[in-house]
């Protein structure tokens, strides 16, 4: 929480600097905090689809799913038989402690690994939309 707090304040200084009040803030990760991989699969339909990418990602992630906020696009693979997936991911807890500042400084956040790709909004369920969410204290 020490860290929260130091993002809050510098955060809310800069809000007062610039005299701003209650605006959402674009939070965009470096590379460096970023996972993005392409790899192909067998294309799979509904439900099973993002199991089974999530599935295939945990194959090169340095990290476990459950700690990664992350979604995916798919498209025509190389062979009729397969699908491409642009794979993004960013850790939970990287996302959590900003979303926290952001919110104790007076903010609504917003997120973005990378602006490239696609994510998983957390209030639209299965929908995808850009890389960029609405995270809801």
């Given at each position: 929480?020490r860290?929260?707090?130091?993002?809050?304040?510098?955060?809310k200084?800069?809000?007062s600097?610039l005299?701003?009040?209650?605006?959402?803030v674009?939070?965009?990760?470096?590379?460096?905090d970023t996972?993005?991989?392409y790899?192909?699969m067998?294309r799979?339909a509904?439900?099973?689809?993002r199991?089974?990418?999530?599935f295939?990602?945990?194959?090169t992630?340095?990290?476990?799913?459950?700690d990664?906020?992350?979604?995916?696009k798919t498209?025509?693979?190389?062979?009729?038989?397969?699908?491409?997936?642009?794979f993004?991911?960013?850790?939970?807890?990287?996302?959590d402690i900003?979303?926290q500042a952001?919110t104790v400084?007076?903010?609504s956040?917003w997120?973005?690994?990378?602006?490239s790709?696609?994510a998983r909004?957390?209030?639209?369920?299965?929908?995808?939309?850009?890389?960029?969410?609405r995270?809801r204290?």
């Open positions: 929480t860290r929260m707090h130091f993002y809050s304040d510098s955060v200084l800069l809000f600097k005299n701003v009040k209650d605006a959402p674009a939070m965009v990760f470096s590379d460096a996972f993005v991989r790899f192909e067998p799979i509904g439900a099973d689809m199991t089974a990418v999530s295939e990602a945990q194959k992630m340095p990290f476990p799913m459950k990664l906020n992350f979604d995916f498209f025509p693979g190389r062979e009729t038989k397969k699908q491409g997936v642009v993004a991911a960013v850790r939970k807890d990287l996302v900003w979303r952001l400084a007076g903010s956040a997120v973005s690994a990378r602006s790709v696609l909004s957390p209030t639209a369920g299965s929908a995808s939309v850009p890389l960029a969410r995270f204290a």
